[in-house]
């Protein structure tokens, strides 16, 4: 019934998870000040494993840092929204959508899924938008899901944001799809890069064995299935790789 504001000394506690038959109705609202810190190697998000469907809801001003151990053989999800959402669908939400307090930031060193809306990505999603979303690190990474797998992505956006990958696969919509069929979909002003290693603060780390694919919409497909993309644009955006 009312935007939510959270202080900036408080760190979000991720709902575990949430039903089938649940509803989350935003209501046009807006949550601002999420931050999650943590050096613990698990699934986060505002809700780690998300079965409901979600709309109408908008996340402004959010921070996601986690820097544990470096590990590459261990695997998590990261999302604003969620870590991990299945079943339902997820429409008319954003992420980071006004300039000066609205950036979402999202750094790992430890090897995840990382996307602005979902970090895996399961279920439906229809016209949601992210603006201003800033992220690096390491597995695979999407403006809107870093792993989208047996599901459809319409009329999203990703805009003014900035996805940097140094080891592992990174797009502009998903860093990997598996079956997934992306449609109407738009990424402009947007940087997608490689190789570049990890922002202030976060340890140096450069394994003899890295490599990195990127692409504007999705950075990889997996090779046995079927992914659809079609009627999307990519525009004034910059993608690049420089040698570690």
Same mark, same amino acid.
């Given at each position: ?11 979000w ?14 209501n ?11 050096s613990y ?8 494993d998300n ?23 261990t695997?998590?999800?990261? !999302?604003? $929204? @969620?870590?991990? %959402? ?5 429409? #008319?939400c954003? =992420?980071? /959508?006004?300039r *000066?307090?609205?950036?979402?930031k999202?750094y ?5 899924n990382?996307g ?5 990505l399961?279920?439906?999603i ?11 690190g ?11 797998i047996n599901?459809?992505?319409t009329?999203c956006?990703v805009?003014n ?9 990174? !797009?502009? $919509? @998903?860093?990997? %799809?598996?079956n997934?069929?992306i449609? #109407?979909?738009? =990424?402009s /002003?947007?940087? *997608? ?14 394994p ?10 999705v ?9 659809n993309?079609?009627?999307?644009t990519?525009s ?9």
């Open positions: 019934m009312n935007d939510i504001y959270i202080p900036s000394n408080t760190t506690t991720p709902i575990p998870k949430t039903t089938f038959d649940c509803i989350i109705d935003g046009g609202h807006i949550v601002s000040g999420l931050k999650i810190v943590s190697i698990q699934d986060t998000g505002f809700i780690i079965h409901a469907e979600i709309k109408n809801l908008t996340f402004r001003n959010v921070t996601i840092n986690l820097n544990g151990s470096v590990n590459f053989d695997s998590i999800n990261i !999302g604003v $929204i @969620a870590a991990k %959402s299945c079943d339902n669908c997820i429409t #008319n954003a =992420v980071g /959508n006004a *000066i307090y609205g950036e979402a999202i790992s060193n430890i090897n995840a990382i602005a809306i979902c970090g895996t399961q279920s439906p229809n016209n949601c938008h992210v603006n201003y979303f800033g992220t690096s390491f597995g695979r990474i999407g403006g809107i899901a870093g792993y989208a599901n459809t992505i009329s956006s805009n944001s900035n996805i940097g990958i140094f080891h592992g696969e990174a !797009g502009g $919509i @998903a860093g990997r %799809s598996n997934a069929d449609s #109407n979909c738009i =990424v /002003n947007t940087i *997608i890069s490689c190789y570049n290693g990890f922002p202030d603060g976060m340890p140096q780390y450069y003899d064995n890295h490599f990195a694919r990127v692409g504007g919409i950075g990889c497909g997996t090779r046995t299935t079927t992914n993309i079609k009627n999307c990519i004034y955006s910059t993608i690049m790789c420089n040698s570690a």
